[in-house]
């Protein structure tokens, strides 16, 4: 492969890590979404 087939090749491989963290991420964000909320009232 040519040098900047090696580049592209690293750059689309960074790319696929960082949607998959980005995809985790709003994993959590969503499943926090849908916890329970407490209410505690202090008389």
Known sequence: MSDSDVK?????RA???ETERLRGEH?????????????I???
């Open 8 to 12: 592209l090749v690293e750059a689309l």
């Open 15 to 17: 790319s696929l890590k």
């Open 27 to 39: 994993r959590k964000i969503i499943a926090a979404q849908h916890e329970p909320i407490a209410i």
């Open 41 to 43: 009232g202090l008389w």
